[in-house]
């Protein structure tokens, strides 16, 4: 019975049946639904409480199909003899294992980041930093503390950044707002890859609860993970641009020399020559307007209008002074203080002052188009006047007394810094007012950020001796006295002087004595400077040459 009962079951109910219906199963099974689904609601009662105790037994559905390991087992397997390139290979397995994977196994630490300070300023050098680094997405971090990471910087924000600004970092970032996007060290890198997906960001603050020590639970931030990241695990290799210095954050190895050329930015930076603090056009006309008009050393009289603009725009005199809110009383913030000797005038273009005056300390404040320290430049005009005034006194005896040669002070055997010079003054003279130490009686310290022009007294006295050049050419009388005697000492044969180029002759009689710095020294450190060496003679003399230039051609 026990054969009889095997092979009708094998044959009525595995042969037959798949004979007849391997060619006409959709037309069988349509027409006996109705069979099918009342047999099964009449063995519902004893099959589902036996399906329910062979899952508990099991465990796991035994299934002819492969699970996720043994597909994994399959692929290495096979290996180079299928028909899967090693890549392909690579990136099968790779997308079969990333939900295996967490954000941890992959974050790049936080130590490695490239990272900005929420106090920095977008100058030169920061643009540049950040250009070198090469990375789209800067984490900014406040503080000493590089894991109290409060914003993210975009590169592309930076597009309407100027760097000679000098913008702070927290005004683009407060800007913008980009959102942080945080995830904990043990988020699965699909679930990751799903967030990412979903343009919430495309770099994420890794951060764990960190249960160690007697305190409560915080969150420590561990390091970053970004899209490139999952992306590597996917296809098991390393993602690298043209900026990229390592192929791996963890390993620390560096990216073979491609013959690339490091990326030199400093053709970008501005000149020496140009202003290193920037202000508007309309501020500069202003600012030459009420020198020109309204202060005493910088009228018509004493420098000419040309020179005054040269002066405002040489690299020095426009100057920016940040104002530290920690420490309202750092010597930094203070322009004068009162009994100090200075030699430099000041004007306040933009911001606030407070000006503290006498022995009652009297205080009051002071804002834009205010200015101090007048008579620590004037004492230059009061000194060339004198020295005028010497020279002219004296011009009868030096012209009746000098020969030719020396008519016009051009003496090479002399010694250029001799105490009296051929026009009857010494050439210390010209600069005693170094001297004169001027000592305000008051103090000025800054409230805010300022700006403001500062002119020391050097500066004030190439300006003004290049002014006077640059009106006062050579009188005819003098020219007249000079063909005169020379045609005197050719008569009586006395050998004629050969003639001297007018801009070597020009920088031995106007030698002007500085200082090694715009402070004050000693008369011993005292160095002699030539015309061609005074900023605001240098474009005029350039401009002189192409016109003669120009007038030998035509």
């Given at each position: ?179 942080l996007h945080c995830v904990f060290n043990d988020t699965r890198l699909d679930t990751l890859l799903e967030e ?359």
């Open positions: 019975p026990v054969l009889l009962c095997a092979a009708a079951v094998f044959l009525g109910g595995e042969v037959l049946p798949y004979s007849v219906c391997s060619r006409h199963g959709l037309a069988i099974a349509s027409r006996t639904l109705c069979l099918t689904r009342l047999l099964m609601l009449a063995a519902f009662p004893l099959c589902y409480p036996l399906s329910r105790l062979l899952d508990w037994a099991l465990r796991q559905e035994l299934s002819v199909f492969s699970t996720r390991e043994r597909l994994l087992e399959t692929l290495r397997a096979a290996g180079p003899h299928g028909d899967l390139v090693r890549e392909e290979l690579a990136m099968v397995q790779g997308a079969l294992e990333l939900r295996t994977k967490v954000v941890e196994d992959v974050l790049t630490p936080l130590a490695d980041c490239f990272m900005l300070r929420a106090d920095a300023v977008l100058d030169f050098a920061t643009v540049s930093e950040i250009l070198r680094s090469g990375y789209t997405r800067i984490p900014v971090y406040e503080g000493d503390r590089r894991d109290n990471i409060v914003d993210l910087l975009f590169v592309k924000d930076l597009a309407f950044v100027d760097p000679d600004d000098c913008t702070p970092l927290q005004t683009v970032t407060r800007f913008y707002r980009r959102p990412f997906k979903k343009g919430k960001s495309h770099l994420a603050i890794v951060q764990r609860v960190n249960n160690e020590g007697e305190g409560d639970p915080f969150y420590e931030v561990m390091g970053i993970v970004t899209l490139e990241d999952v992306i590597e695990e996917i296809i098991k290799s390393e993602i690298l641009d043209e900026t990229d210095l390592y192929t791996d954050n963890r390993k620390k190895e560096r990216v073979p020399h491609r013959g690339r050329k490091p990326q030199d930015f400093s053709i970008f930076r501005l000149s020496e020559s140009e202003m290193k603090v920037k202000i508007s056009p309309q501020l500069l006309l202003a600012t030459h307007r009420f020198m020109a008009t309204e202060v005493e050393p910088f009228k018509s009289p004493y420098l000419s209008e040309k020179i005054l603009l040269r002066l405002l725009k040489h690299p020095n005199v426009i100057q920016e002074l940040k104002y530290d809110r920690k420490n309202k009383k750092a010597a930094e913030h203070y322009l004068y203080q009162r009994n100090r000797p200075v030699d430099y005038f000041v004007l306040i273009l933009q911001g606030k002052v407070e000006v503290e005056v006498g022995k009652e300390g009297l205080r009051f404040e002071n804002g834009a188009f205010t200015y101090y320290g007048v008579p620590a430049i004037m004492a230059v005009v009061s000194s060339d006047n004198d020295v005028r005034k010497t020279g002219s006194l004296s011009g009868s005896s030096f012209l009746l007394n000098r020969s030719p040669s020396r008519c016009s002070g051009l003496n090479r055997s002399e010694s250029p810094n001799r105490e009296q010079n051929d026009y009857g003054g010494s050439t210390t003279q010209l600069h005693s007012s170094s001297n004169n130490i001027y000592t305000p009686d008051y103090s000025v310290h800054i409230l805010c950020d300022v700006q403001f022009v500062k002119v020391t007294r050097q500066q004030y006295h190439n300006a003004l001796v290049a002014s006077r050049m640059d009106s006062s050419p050579q009188s005819p009388d003098m020219e007249a006295f000079d063909r005169d005697s020379t045609k005197a000492s050719t008569a009586r044969g006395t050998p004629q002087t050969p003639k001297e180029d007018p801009t070597t002759l020009l920088n031995e009689r106007n030698s002007v004595m500085c200082d090694r710095s715009e402070g004050l020294r000693s008369p011993s450190e005292s160095v002699f400077l030539r015309m061609e060496g005074i900023p605001f003679i240098q474009e005029e003399l350039a401009d002189n040459e192409e016109n003669s230039k120009r007038q030998s051609e035509s």
